[in-house]
DNA sequence: GACCAGGTCCTTG
DNA sequence: CAAGGACATGGT
């Protein structure tokens, strides 16, 4: 990539940074695939990839495909130790499993269906989202924007991280509400937003140190 | 063999 | 409220 690697003085406000951030990141990488899927999927694939590599949950759900388990309703009624076995290699696979269980049986009893809650709006889905055991901020919003399209930012450890690189100190809960001020109303935005500071971190940032955030400390 | 991965929850100080 | 630990397998 051909991009300036000087260093400059973060005068800009955390807003102007974050605006900046998403400016740079789409030049750099534009449009990509990311998450595609339905949204059974998005809702299982978001609790197993909780500190998890994707590939590992790209496996599992191919497995819980084979034994008729990748859907909500499937797992309301799945016998727990089928879908240990399943998503074993995606590791905490107790924990998932209760997760998975607390999550089919929200939304079979709340909605009856996926496609039900998709009705619904953003906000209300978020609150009960966030009332079921395992569910947090990061997941229910990457259900929220992944898996029905919403207009919700997911922040999670790469966007912390970046954000720091960038002069932006914020807490997460914080850095959520400047993005969403930043970004166009468009979903897709919010989705593709996310998949490139995935992209990039996960491609440029170090684990312990990070001289390598390049694009966010250059004149742009 | 050490260290980390697209978190969340519970316990402590 | 911040910090630390538990949960667990698989890749580098």
């Given amino acids: 990539m051909s991009l300036a690697t000087t260093r400059c003085a ?4 955390s807003s102007s940074e974050c605006a900046r951030i998403v400016r740079v990141l789409n030049g750099h990488y534009g449009h990509i695939p990311w998450w ?11 609790v197993l990839t909780q500190q998890t590599r994707w590939e590992n949950v790209v496996h599992a759900l191919a497995l819980l495909k084979e034994g008729s388990l990748c859907s909500v309703a499937a797992l ?7 879908i240990e076995r399943a998503i074993r290699c995606t590791g905490f696979y107790r924990v998932k499993t209760r997760r998975l269980k607390a999550l089919a049986t929200f939304v079979m009893r ?3 269906s996926p496609g039900v809650m998709a009705e619904f ?14 569910i947090g901020e990061e997941t229910a919003d ?16 790469y966007t912390h991280h970046i954000c720091r690189c960038a002069g932006i100190p914020e807490q997460k809960s914080r850095l959520k509400a400047l993005f969403e001020d930043v970004l166009p109303a468009d979903p897709e935005a919010y989705r593709q937003t996310h998949a490139h500071i995935v992209e990039y971190a996960k491609e ?13 400390n250059s004149n742009e």
């Fill in 110 to 112: 709340e909605y009856g």
């Fill in 36 to 46: 595609p899927g339905d949204t059974d999927e998005v809702l299982i694939g978001a």
């Fill in 76 to 82: 309301y009624e799945a016998d727990p130790v089928e």
């Fill in 10 to 13: 973060m005068s800009g406000s």
């Fill in 204 to 216: 440029y940032c170090g684990k312990k140190r990070c001289e390598t955030c390049i694009l966010m």
């Fill in 121 to 134: 709006p953003t906000a209300s889905l978020r609150e009960g989202l966030l009332q079921v055991p395992g």
């Fill in 142 to 157: 990457s259900i929220l924007c992944f898996g029905f399209h919403r207009a919700s930012f997911v922040i999670d450890a």
